[in-house]
């Protein structure tokens, strides 16, 4: 199993930045890729942005050209840096994995972390 832990949410003005974390640990060695999503209330859950072993990455198109991606993997730890924050990316931010192993995928969720963007 894998166990991921977000941080650095909180509360910021539109135009701010936040840079969340997510540490993870387990059975971390087979890991595919991350992914950040986030939900807004009585929304669904969606896609922010994710990043694969090799470092490729995706993004929502909400979010392009102000939020990135990262990983550092001597710390198992994956980084998403959002600049420019807008009211409409206030959310909880949850940290996901996906592990694929011969036919079989296993996914993992974090608890997730709360981002208010104030305007």
């Known amino acids: 199993q894998v166990q991921l832990v977000e941080s650095g949410g909180g509360l910021v003005q539109a135009g701010g930045s936040l840079r969340l974390s997510c540490a993870a640990s387990g059975s971390i060695f087979n890991i595919n890729a991350m992914g950040w999503y986030r939900q807004a209330p009585g929304k669904q859950r969606d896609l922010v942005a994710s990043?694969?072993?090799?470092?490729?990455?995706n993004y929502a198109d909400s979010v392009k050209g102000r939020f990135t991606i990262s990983r550092d993997n001597a710390k198992n730890t994956v980084y998403l840096q959002m600049n420019s924050l807008k009211p409409e990316d206030t959310a909880v931010y949850y940290c996901?994995?996906?592990?694929?192993?011969?036919?079989?995928?296993?996914?993992?969720w974090g608890q997730g972390t709360q981002v208010t963007v104030s305007s």
């Open positions: 996901k994995s996906k592990t694929v192993l011969g036919t079989l995928a296993y996914e993992y």
């Open positions: 990043i694969t072993s090799e470092g490729s990455t």
